[in-house]
């Protein structure tokens, strides 16, 4: 009877002294055994019977990923209760929300951060307790709800919790999972989370030794199912970086062979490489580029099958004198599977990957089919899909293009929102099969575009080819009702700062780097080589280079970095007003009260 607890009590059992999960705090590792791990749990299990935390019981957890809220989980499941990850940035607002709609009356917090935030909407929830693991800043606090991590199990005992663990049943509800783009709450049993993870392991073989990091929230379902679950069903190391700051570093010290990601960080992992480049010598950066074109050419004939001895001896050569310590310094070198999260990468950023010997392996999933519902197989060298069905599941496209799927580890909505036919449930992704039963995602339903002309399509496509460039960090394809394309183009501000200072531009801030003259001769470059690849109606006629970064506490990207457009509509109105009006430069009042002047730039 497999659960999430069960699952800790069976490696403690069969492999005590094994790592099962690694944490960096002040720039030192720190290791668990399975044996540590059951004891923080088994410790903080007694403590929350002192709480009343029974089973049905909801406790929220919210914060980033440290041991104490990884021990919180199975600490809670352990009694029966149910947990509600929440993510360590989540506003005001969708902390009330998740608070509500899961009914939980307990929440345990990571520091300042989320207690202050969890302050600001007390009166409007039925929270009763809140645990607090740091309490720094917090001295002169006076809430009788607060309580401190380490007062609570100070007063606990280690006796054994086996069977509590025991009386668990795998259909027992495990999580509620919040999917932001739906606004909805999901609840998933033990069974539906670790069958799906099973999956996913016997599909590519992952064993005990393998190890693999986790420094996206679990707040964000598939990585919750990827990295999280997936390290209890096969024994293998989780690993948590000291923070998103340090994880390149933190990286490099791992080595890890299990790497689970969305596209952004895959796309960070280049970008970051350009802008070392670009700040190199003009030795270093020729050889590179030169390196970088040899490289491709070669791949290119590896994947056409036509790669001589010749081509294998010189990729060798490169490998060992270019990308390789690049591979190193990032720690891609142990890497086995590096599966992406949301949707793909463009081609540029799936081949360059493959290349080097990263293999890439797109997944698709949401809250609602427990993470995933398909996965490229190893091995595979396609940047077009995101590979076929798992077992037990079932994909078709309908009437509408919009992907549709059966499958037999599925989560149940807390809203009431039924988003199923006969059992099929709406995905709100349009996409296609290919002939070998591949699933192509195009997009969001709701995203899709129609020109004037009555041409649609999803933006998604094209916005991957514009961000591909390491000097755009995201972009938004503007051409509901219009004669053409336009597109928001938002710079990224470490390689674009790079190359600024290898050309000599001089500016003082992000602002006005993005309105130098030379910025958008840069990005106009890009979007023409971009244009020669769209077909007539839909090549981008302007462009503005927007004057910052997406926010996500103002809802415009979400958890992993995805453009939310709805939001970005609403915020950048006067942009989206000028572009629609044929206007060649606008005035935005901008949600910091400022007010700012863009250019709207012909191609």
């Not at 010290?253 to 070392?276: D, N």
């Not at 602002?511 to 979007?527: F, G, M, N, P």
Request: charged fraction near 20%; proline fraction near 2%.
């Amino acid at each position: 009877m497999a659960t999430i607890p069960g699952l800790v009590l069976s490696h403690t059992q069969k492999q005590p002294d094994a790592v099962a999960l690694r944490y960096k705090q002040l720039g030192i590792w720190n290791s668990y055994s399975w044996s540590n791990y059951l004891s923080e749990v088994t410790i903080l299990s007694n403590a929350l019977k002192n709480l009343s935390i029974k089973k049905g019981s909801v406790v929220a957890i919210y914060g980033n990923n440290v041991p104490k809220l990884i021990f919180s989980i199975s600490a809670i499941q352990s009694l029966g209760g149910v947990v509600v990850p929440i993510h360590p940035e989540s506003t005001s607002e969708e902390l009330k929300k998740i608070l509500n709609s899961s009914k939980a009356e307990t929440l345990i917090a990571e520091d300042q951060q989320q207690v202050d935030t969890f302050l600001t909407v007390e009166n409007d929830c039925n929270v009763k307790n809140v645990i607090y693991l740091d309490g720094r800043g917090m001295t002169t606090y006076k809430n009788d709800k607060l309580n401190s991590y380490d007062n609570i199990i100070s007063n606990s005992n280690d006796s054994s919790i086996e069977n509590e663990i025991n009386a668990i049943n795998e259909n027992d509800i495990a999580f509620y999972l919040y999917d932001e783009h739906e606004d909805s709450l999901y609840k998933v049993s033990h069974a539906a989370m670790i069958n799906n993870s099973n999956k996913i392991v016997s599909l590519n073989t992952l064993t005990a030794k393998d190890s693999i990091v986790s420094y996206l929230p679990l707040s964000i379902p598939t990585n919750l199912l990827f990295t999280f679950v997936t390290s209890l069903a096969s024994g293998m190391s989780l690993n948590l970086p000291e923070s998103n700051q340090t994880i390149e570093k933190d990286l490099q010290e791992i080595g890890p062979t299990i790497l689970y990601a969305p596209s952004f960080v895959f796309k960070h992992i280049i970008t970051s490489i350009s802008y070392r480049i670009e700040s190199a010598t003009q030795s270093n950066y020729d050889r590179y580029m030169g390196h970088y074109k040899l490289l491709m050419e070669i791949y290119e004939r590896e994947v056409g099958g036509n790669a001589s001895v010749i081509d294998r001896i010189r990729k060798t050569w490169i490998m060992l004198s270019t990308f390789s310590p690049a591979k190193n310094v990032f720690g891609l070198t142990k890497i086995k599977h590096a599966f992406v999260s949301d949707g793909v990468l463009s081609k540029v950023n799936f081949d360059f990957f493959h290349a080097i010997g990263v293999e890439i392996q797109h997944s698709f999933g949401q809250a609602v089919s427990c993470g995933c519902i398909a996965v490229q197989p190893d091995h595979s060298v396609s940047s077009e899909n995101v590979g076929s069905a798992m077992a037990g599941t079932e994909i078709k496209i309908n009437d509408s293009s919009e992907v549709i799927f059966k499958t037999d580890c599925m989560a149940e909505s807390l809203d009431n929102n039924d988003n199923t036919n006969d059992g099929w449930v709406n995905s709100g992704f349009v996409g296609s099969i290919d002939d070998s039963g591949n699933i192509v995602i195009s997009g969001r339903k709701e995203d899709i575009v129609t020109l004037k002309s009555g041409k649609q399509f999803s933006p998604e496509s094209i916005e991957n080819l514009i961000s591909c460039s390491p000097f755009v960090k995201s972009s938004l394809i503007v051409g509901n009702g219009q004669d053409g394309n336009s597109v928001i183009v938002v710079i990224d501000p470490n390689s674009v700062n790079s190359w600024a200072d290898r050309k000599n531009i001089r500016y003082t801030g992000y602002t006005e780097l993005a309105s130098k003259d030379e910025v958008r001769d840069l990005i106009k470059e890009h979007i023409s080589c971009v244009n020669e690849t769209l077909e007539s109606e839909l090549k981008i006629k302007r462009f503005v280079v927007l004057h910052r970064t997406l926010i996500m506490s103002q809802g415009e990207v979400s958890k992993t970095m995805e453009v939310m457009r709805k939001n970005i509509e609403v915020n950048l109105k006067d942009v989206f007003s000028a572009i629609e009006n044929n206007k060649d430069n606008c005035k935005v009042n901008d949600i910091d009260q400022l007010s700012y002047e863009l250019n709207i730039n012909k191609i």
